[in-house]
């Protein structure tokens, strides 16, 4: 029997790259003009479940939350080797915070139905909360084990982990159905598959309703025809669980925070400026 | 018993308390003052019953100690339950926990199971009032945090819900003298969980006694992603062992392998607050800023006269730091042969 596993990936402004022309004038970024990227965590997370996709069998399916054009990264799961993909988009969700996020994956997750291991990111580079995983395990009444760095070993009723603690580590066992968080030390993700990108990079997505099943057939290498869409009605979802009203954080306010400046003196890159900096700082007792 | 209290999560390694919790005890008082409400705090553990006094010499009023010898050691599910049920049953308005991995595993998982928000990583909390829609919500918790990449803060509210919950890093905020005359009330929690809520295993825990003290040293010298290869990192630490410093660095650094996540400064990292800070080939990103302006002298060294750390620090170099490093290093020399 294959294991079944869900993994969730989240589109993401590429915080980390930010090139020039994302800059405005006053010194704060234009978010807009970031490129998208997947989660770098999420794709150490798909490695994992690869990887025991490849060992015991198993069959993935990514959801992911966000605008339409949050495709890309299910497309970029799909290149990688999941079987199957959800896109969960509507107007309804913008505005989320971390809890009405959890809610509803949590109700794509329910839709879905079966699942052993739910496997994501320990974080998004955009909000580094690393919140959403843990509210989704709560919401669904199922274990979570966070910021892992290796799966020691899985089958089909125990998974046991290493996972990263202050000043070291533990080895963990639990019981499956498990929600697992990723670390980016777990692994080197693997690129796409030429072979996949040619067999999804046209794909679409479908609105329907209903889950079926008969979609996975990972034996025979291609598994879906279409990624699934589904917004908050084929959800079921609670409105007043959703976005906005569904997000008890709320922002107050939002700084562009530029540095300020300070009386910087500056020291000419010379034996002699240099050495009687450190002579000065010796004198004030800032060392030595 | 006070039902609007500021409840602090304590965290517990080895029966010791960490110093996390003891920074947002003190954290809470001073919120608590503010409010005019009590401290309390919320013990998880076996065997600890010794331990508690610290807590209310920083400024606890109440502690709700919980033991059973099945929560010795932190695991996700019975912590949270425990948590969520002594929240319930006390009605805190604010809740804090320490943004270390347990915490973090912790929090939003309590923030789920009572539908109430929470903020990671705060950098600064605040009392203050929240107006939306025509209405004002008076003395709620402000939780202020670096955002996208550190490129903007934010200040979050929770106004609808109780609690408010945050969780904040270590070193963010400040120890106040502990009072060693100060008393607080124990109040034992019977902890009345089954086998089954307790899911994980604990096989092993391995936990080194940490090599680097990067918010205790007087002096730090870190090293930016300006520090590329072998040879200018051993020149950093060269450095730093001359100066009797600890090594520190950005989050690039670790991700490029070159030092240990606990060399970490930064908002995802560590906060220090040396007497000497060196910057060494960092640019000077938001993100690491958060975790060193308050420094009390900062040197820069950049081979790029437009990274924004040179127009911050207090004393800057344009230089590469391979060449200006052994300037440095002689100008210390030449003192120790001089005195």
Known sequence: ?288 | MNPKSVLVFIEQNDKEIANVSLELICEARRLANQLKTSVSAAVLGFGLKKKLDVLAHYGSDEIYYVEDKRLEHFTSVPYAKIIAGLITKHQPQIVLFGATINGRDLAPRVSAALSCGLTADCTNLQIGDYNFQGKTKENILLQIRPAFGGNIIATIVSPDCSPSMASVREGVMKLSTPDQNRKAKIIEEKCELAASDFPTEVCEVVRAAKSVDLKGSKIVVAAGMGVSSKESLDLVKKLASALGAEIGCTRPVVDAGLLPLECQIGQTGSTVRPNLYIACGISGQLQHWTGISESKRIIAINSDRNAPILKVAHYSIIGDLNDVIPKMLKGIAFKNTTY
């Open chain 1, 1 to 288: 029997m294959a294991l079944r596993i869900i993994t969730l990936v989240k589109q993401v402004p590429d915080t980390a790259n930010i090139p020039d022309n994302a800059m405005k004038p006053d010194g704060t970024v234009n978010r807009s003009a970031l490129p998208a990227i997947t989660n770098p965590e999420d794709l150490n997370s798909l490695e994992e479940a690869l990887k025991i996709k490849e060992t015991i069998g198993a069959t993935i399916t990514a959801i992911t939350l966000g605008p339409p054009s949050a495709i890309k990264v299910l497309k970029e799961s799909l290149y990688r080797g999941v079987d199957d993909a959800v896109l969960v988009t509507d107007a309804k969700f913008a505005a989320s915070d971390t809890l009405a996020t959890s809610y509803a994956l949590t109700q794509a997750i329910e839709k879905i139905g079966k699942f052993d291991i739910i496997i994501c990111g320990r974080q998004a580079i955009d909000g580094d909360t690393a919140q959403v995983g843990p509210q989704i395990a709560q919401k669904l009444g199922i274990n979570q084990l966070t910021g892992v760095v290796e799966i020691i070993s899985a089958n089909t009723k125990h998974i046991k982990v290493k996972r990263i603690i202050d000043g070291g580590y533990e080895i963990l066992k639990s019981p499956l159905p498990v929600l697992i968080t990723v670390r980016s030390e777990a692994n080197e993700p693997r690129g796409p598959s030429v072979k996949r990108v040619m067999l999804y990079k046209n794909i679409t997505c479908k609105c329907n309703e209903s889950y079926d099943e008969a979609y996975l057939h990972p034996e025979i290498g291609c598994s879906c025809d279409y990624i699934k869409q589904w917004n908050a009605e084929d959800l079921k979802a609670d409105l007043k669980m959703c976005g906005l009203s569904g997000s008890p954080t709320k922002v107050k306010n939002i700084e562009n925070v530029v540095l300020a400046a300070r009386n910087t003196r500056m020291i000419a890159n010379t034996a002699e400026d240099i050495g009687a900096l450190m002579q000065e700082l010796t004198k004030e007792h800032i060392i030595g």
